[in-house]
């Protein structure tokens, strides 16, 4: 029976009995802007205000307290932080939006506002760190823990005043993070909501809530290191009444703590009070997927007849999560849903997933006991959705998981930081408020150890006391389901002919398969060129596709040109255009028409006028092509007429009064000289900001993923893991801008309509490849085959030499051998001989085909022969005599005898070239064969022949030829013979691991006085080379600005190498050079770790997977938790700090396919331009690599002894009047610029690099082969 009790009854006991000493009554009074609130306490006499859970309670009530008024806001909003301890930060209910806030519904993507996949997974983190796997520290020392935060950033004093305590000494959003409170009976896993709202940083905050409205002052806290991990219980008063307005917050995070429920992976217990916060949440640490990729194409459901794998997953700790969703976002993506052709006609009921009776049994209350019965690994609803969720959920769609407007996509502005760019996005998207609910089926049930534990629970029948403010919407009436009828989609219009009326006329009027073109048609299309640049300067290439116009143009200027197609002049202008001379006369003529006023003032401003029409009305396609091409006719024609007036020499015309300029300086004085720019084929920024590091970095890990697609070890985690310390825009950005460079293309296999829009990124199953255009720009004349050849052949005869000085015969049939012996003999290490055969034509003894054309042809070859003996031709027609005499001797004998004797003769002739033979015998019996052979032997005369090889001998060069030393034993080769020490090998392979990782480290030891005692250097020199550099901060020191500052001078290089090899500075870049102080690193490294072979296997076992579920009993839960103490001992990973290169992987190691690949075209443009600078070699790998990446790759190569680096030095500047300069070269210093560094092969180039990489045999990778590309 219940009993009730007045409060002053109640209050008047609980004052007896704080008088008598068993409780203890506490009173907290609230007071701020005019008003007050009294939080009454009682609680054991022990206890203290201290308590977690009454510090908890008085955090919750300010955010509740209602104080704020009309007018005060900006008062507030100037007052300090720290004079506010004694007044409480409101809740923010007032129903008006202060006026100094504009809203704008697309604000909150710029903040980091998240999909809602993405917002469970981040919320779902959250809870887990907090409730299993925290590690911050309520003891640690405050001013230890704030000289290593300074160590890492800048710390000014204003931010170390508004910095709340510290939990983590390391910069991160868990570094002032407080630990949960204990509540009692509520032991590990479960957390009151409430307290974990108060934990929020902002950055994550910011991507759990969108904020609506325009807000500069948060911009500045999200770019801060150290400011967008405060709590946002601790952010100034004007920031946090924008944040906390009207509670949207709590609305949107009870809404993720749903969704939890509906996935299984969170439960709920009881709740204190009617407020959505005030409710227990216990977090599951088993949960299961399904891969659902195997499905048949559906609309929302997969197929029902279909068993998929089952994954099951123990959390232990934070890598278990992001593993779970790594696989769940995989399975979702790769799950055939969405198509509408597979359901089209049919009509579909959907039913809102709050009303499924299983969602509602999701969200009830559990008690401490239930919830550990039930944390067995399940899913509600009908598991037909992707990855196995209930098909409401709709977790296939890319908007759950991505922005895929792609407006979002297009690379910002290198000056413009992280806050501008997300200001600046033109994103246009429209909440659309449809309701997800799926076809109403009968699902045939799985069973499993969940299920029967759900149903065991439900036998039990525990009557359980509902609470009726539970989660749920009061407010709103209850949805009903929907009626979706899927219609066909409209046709799309007809696609334009590929070739038009005119140009089928002109088909007929050609005579051959390419026409001709006269220097006057070139010109005329150079014209149209230059008339596209100017109307369109910036996106000339996308709106010089319309040929038609300039076929036209063609046409009616030169009447014998009719014969060419509007696709023969788009070939042909394609063509010309590559002309290095012809890009530069275009430019030359476009400079001059920025000057003519009558064509700025007429068309200047057309793209303008082209895109925004003045009338307000959309242009249909077929207008603007009308548009364009009637002001492509009339720019035409003004051009054309002008250079008509120079090319007449009419200059009295072009300007009255017009005299040519005396001296150079009257020329400067009266004229702007300018030149044609130079475009560069690069799409990367000299660095400027952290943005422009960000893109170099990413760009350099995604060439770096697709390099490794092909190993055995999948990186697909690590890279998920990686991707995510970047802003989602700016990896598409780069990811787009890289699939623009036509540096990677999509796989056949995923050109699916669903995924084609999407914009991912490079994981193992990336559907991702490098394309054929990069394997182009690599490609050169030296292929990569050829230095395996070249070591085959070198360690071959180094054998046979070792035993013999006579003469060996060399296979010299490929283009490593020839290399070989091109490089030994021109250092005059070999002696070789040429031996010739009489008979270069004999007839193919490998030949299978041995039929009656054969033997025909064998005999009537042979007859010719015989005849043509007492003629007087040349020796390269005959054949062996031997083999001649063996056939009239053995003519009685059967054709297959004299085909086996000629197999023997031919027996040594292993290659043999297969070339068409032209001379006298081969061309009689092919026009005899020609014409009795019948119609259907397709086999040509001529195949039957070959041309015979010719020997290669070669010896080794005398001791006084080759200069040599003389060994001490008798057959010791020469030096030579080893063109590369495995120190050498060492020391490369060593300082390239050496770069791979970077440790910061901050220790106390004066780094300048031990690197300049080491180099003998003053160390005032070191100290301000250092200070130098650490002022520039992440963007760094380039070595022109070094040069600039120090001189040309080898100590200063040498210092920076010594600082560089102790790690003190970091040597990086994107274009330049760059020197980089450790503390400001961080933008240039990527946070990674390394995990060995064993290591790896184990933590795979964590995850089983399974063909059903149906197997599962109680006995393999219980030997999942055997297994538990052997994963617990496990060491996991090795955090390391990753200079990424496309020849690193993600883990630090060194990717030997693809570093030896680079070396070979990079060493491979260098002997097919010899004497190219630097600059040049940059340009022409680009955008394949990034310039910097290519500089260090020839620096290996200067180590290796491939290539040498030179620079040429003038005695003086050169007039016309000077004397003659002398021009020196020598070795460079380091920090000369990249146009006057020169490149030299070595004589032994391909030898000595065939050596560095002949200790790996993978010739035959798949990773640059053109067969792959097209795949």
């Known amino acids: 029976m219940m009993k009730k009790i007045d409060k002053k009854s109640l209050l008047r006991i609980i004052s007896r009995l704080q008088r008598s000493g068993h409780v203890k009554d506490i009173k907290i009074q609230l007071i701020g802007y005019g008003k007050e609130k009294t939080l009454h306490f009682v609680c054991q006499p022990n206890i203290s205000i201290d308590h977690s859970v009454i510090q908890s309670n008085i955090e919750q009530a300010k955010l509740k307290f209602i104080t704020i008024g009309k007018g005060s806001i900006e008062k507030l909003s100037r007052r300090p932080v720290k004079g506010l301890t004694n007044e409480l930060l409101h809740e923010g209910r007032t129903r008006k939006l202060p006026a100094h806030l504009k809203y704008n519904k697309k604000a909150g993507r710029s903040y980091g506002f998240c999909p809602k996949f993405l917002r469970m997974q981040i919320l779902h983190k959250f809870l887990f760190y907090m409730t299993y796997g925290y590690t911050g520290l309520e003891d640690l020392n405050q001013e230890e823990a704030l000289s290593k935060i300074k160590e890492q950033c800048d710390l000014t004093e204003d931010v170390s005043n508004m910095m709340s305590q510290i939990y983590m000494p390391t910069v991160d959003w868990m570094m002032f993070i ?18 974990v709202i108060l934990r929020l940083p902002l950055l994550i905050f910011l991507q759990l809530v969108n904020i609506n409205y325009e807000v500069p002052d948060l911009y500045d806290y999200l770019n801060h290191p150290i400011k967008k991990y405060l709590l946002v219980k601790n952010v100034p008063l004007h920031l946090k009444e924008i944040l906390t307005f ?34 227990f949440v216990y977090v599951n640490t088993n949960a299961i997927l399904f891969d659902t990729s195997t499905s048949r194409c559906g609309y929302h459901q997969v197929s029902k007849d279909i068993d998929y794998p089952v994954h099951k997953y123990k959390f232990k700790t934070t890598d278990n999560v992001e593993q779970f969703w790594y696989d769940c976002w995989n399975f979702c993506m790769h799950t055939l849903l969405g198509g509408r052709l597979c359901a089209t006609g049919k009509v579909i009921v959907l039913e809102p997933l709050a009303n499924k009776p299983c969602m509602i049994e999701a969200v009830q209350s559990r008690t401490c006991n239930e919830v550990t019965e039930l944390d067995v690994g399940y899913i509600p609803g009908d ?110 219009s007809v696609r334009k002919p590929y070739y038009d009326p005119v140009d089928r006329e002109a088909l007929l009027r050609m005579k051959k398969l390419r026409v001709d073109w006269s220097p006057v048609e070139d010109n005329m299309l150079l014209l149209c060129k230059v008339t596209s640049c100017v109307l369109s300067p910036l996106n000339s290439k996308m709106l010089f596709n319309n040929f038609i116009v300039v076929r036209e143009i063609l046409h009616s200027a030169i009447p014998e040109s009719k014969n060419k197609t509007s696709r023969a002049c788009a070939r042909r202008s394609n063509y010309i255009m590559k002309n290095p001379q012809t890009q530069l006369s275009v430019g030359l003529c476009l400079e001059e028409l920025k000057h003519d006023q009558n064509i700025k003032d007429l068309y200047g401003d057309f793209m303008t006028k082209y895109n925004d029409n003045d009338s307000g009305e959309k242009l249909t396609p077929k207008q603007k092509e009308q548009i364009w091409n009637e002001t492509f006719k009339e720019l035409f024609t003004m051009i054309e007429a002008r250079y008509k007036r120079i090319d007449d020499n009419n200059f009295s015309t072009l ?85 623009a460079d036509q540096m990677i293309s999509f796989r056949k296999a995923y050109l699916r309509t669903h995924q084609r829009a999407g914009n991912y990124l490079p994981l193992s199953a990336s559907p991702y490849q490098l394309s ?87 005999k009537r070859y042979q007859d010719i022969l015989v005849k043509l003996k007492h003629q007087d031709v040349t020796s390269t027609v005959l054949l062996d005599k031997t083999f001649i005499s063996k056939c009239d001797n053995d003519s009685g004998e059967s054709v297959n005898e004299s085909t086996g004797e000629n197999t023997k003769l031919a027996s040594s002739q292993q290659n043999v070239v297969a070339k068409a033979a032209s001379h006298i015998a081969l061309y009689l019996i092919r026009e005899e064969c020609d014409g ?176 059903s579920i149906d197997k599962l009993d109680e006995n393999e839960i219980q030997k999942e938790d055997s297994n538990e103490n052997h994963t617990k001992n496990i060491k996991l990973k090795n955090n390391i700090n990753i200079c990424i290169r496309p020849w690193i992987r993600i883990n630090g190691t060194i990717n030997r396919k693809t570093l030896d690949r680079l070396l070979s075209s990079v060493l491979g443009h260098i002997m097919l331009v010899p004497g190219c600078t630097l600059q040049d070699l940059q340009d022409r790998f680009c955008p394949a690599l990034q310039p910097y990446h290519t500089r260090e790759l020839a620096e290996i190569l200067q180590t290796l002894g491939c290539v040498e680096m030179i620079t040429v030095c003038v005695s003086h500047k050169p007039s016309l009047r000077s004397k003659p300069s002398v021009t020196t070269t020598k070795k460079i210093v380091g920090l000369e610029k990249e146009s006057n560094i020169f490149l030299e092969p070595d004589p032994m180039a391909i030898i000595k690099l065939s050596a560095f990489i002949s200790e790996n045999s993978y010739f035959q990778d798949d990773t640059y082969s053109e067969e792959e590309s097209f795949n």
């Not at 917050?249 to 809404?255: D, K, M, W, Y």
């Not at 190993?711 to 995510?724: A, E, G, R």
């Not at 490929?814 to 008979?839: C, H, R, W, Y």
């Not at 100590?1051 to 190498?1057: G, M, V």
């Open 178 to 195: 407080p630990p949960l409170p204990n509540h009692g009976g509520y032991g590990k896993g479960w957390c009151l909501l409430s307290d």
């Open 383 to 492: 598991r037909l959705g992707a990855a196995g969720y209930d098909s409401a959920m709709f977790a296939h769609l890319k908007k759950n998981w991505y922005w895929t407007k792609p407006d979002c996509l297009k690379y910002p502005d290198s000056n413009n930081s992280v806050s501008s760019i997300r200001k600046k996005t033109k994103e246009k998207f429209v909440e659309k408020r449809t309701t997800q609910a799926f076809d109403v089926l009968q699902v045939k049930p799985h069973t499993s150890s969940a299920m029967a534990a759900k149903q065991k629970y439900k036998q039990k029948k525990i009557n359980v006391k509902e609470m009726p403010h539970l989660f749920q919407k009061h407010s709103k009436s209850k949805k009903e389901a929907a009626i979706r009828i899927l219609k066909a989609r409209k046709s799309k």
């Open 932 to 1107: 009795n052979l019948q119609q259907k032997e397709l086999q040509h005369a001529h195949d039957f022949f070959v041309v015979n090889s010719t020997k290669v001998f070669c010896s080794l060069a005398s001791k006084e030829q080759s200069g040599e030393p003389t060994g001490p034993q008798r057959n010791e080769l020469p030096p030579s013979f080893t063109p590369l020490e495995n120190s050498i090998v060492e020391k490369v392979l060593s300082d390239i691991k050496r770069r791979a990782t970077f440790t910061v480290k901050f220790d106390q030891i004066s780094e300048e006085t031990e690197v300049a005692s080491t180099n003998n250097i003053s160390t005032t020199l070191a100290h301000e080379l250092i200070d130098f550099i650490r002022n520039t901060k992440e963007i760094g020191a380039s070595i022109k600005d070094i040069r600039e500052k120090y001189g040309m001078k080898s100590e200063i290089f040498e210092l920076l190498s010594t600082l560089e090899e102790k790690q003190v500075l970091l040597r990086c870049g994107v274009i330049t050079t760059r020197y980089v102080y450790k503390a400001f690193t961080k933008p240039w490294l990527v946070k990674s770790y390394n995990m060995k072979q064993l290591e790896r296997k184990s933590l795979r076992e964590t995850t089983e997977v399974e063909v």
């Open 246 to 279: 009207h509670r949207k917050f709590v609305h949107t995070i009870h809404e993720l703590i749903t969704r939890l429920c509906y996935v299984g992976l969170i439960q709920l217990g009881s709740q204190s009070f009617k407020e959505k916060e005030q409710v």
């Open 772 to 858: 054929i255009s990069y394997v182009n720009l690599l490609s050169t004349r030296y292929q990569f085959t050829l230095y395996k050849d070249c070591s085959e052949t070198l360690n071959e005869l180094k054998m046979k030499w070792l035993e013999t000085d006579d003469e060996h015969e060399v296979l010299a049939n490929k283009g490593g051998v020839t290399a070989f012996l091109v490089e030994f003999v021109s250092m005059e290490l070999l002696n070789f001989n040429l031996e010739i055969p009489d008979q270069v034509i004999i007839l193919d003894p490998n030949f299978a085909q041995k039929d009656e054309s054969y033997a025909r042809i064998v």
């Open 655 to 739: 300007r009255e009064n017009f005299v040519i300029p005396d001296t150079i300086s009257d020329l400067l004085k009266k004229f702007i000289v300018t030149k044609p720019a130079i475009k560069v084929n690069t799409s990367f920024n000299e660095v400027k900001s952290t943005m422009d590091i960000y893109y170099g970095v990413i760009n350099a890990i995604i060439h770096s993923s697709l390099n490794t697609s092909n190993d055995k070890t999948s990186w697909s985690y690590q890279l998920f893991n990686i991707y995510q310390h970047y802003p989602d825009k700016l990896l598409r950005a780069v990811m787009a801008q890289t699939r």
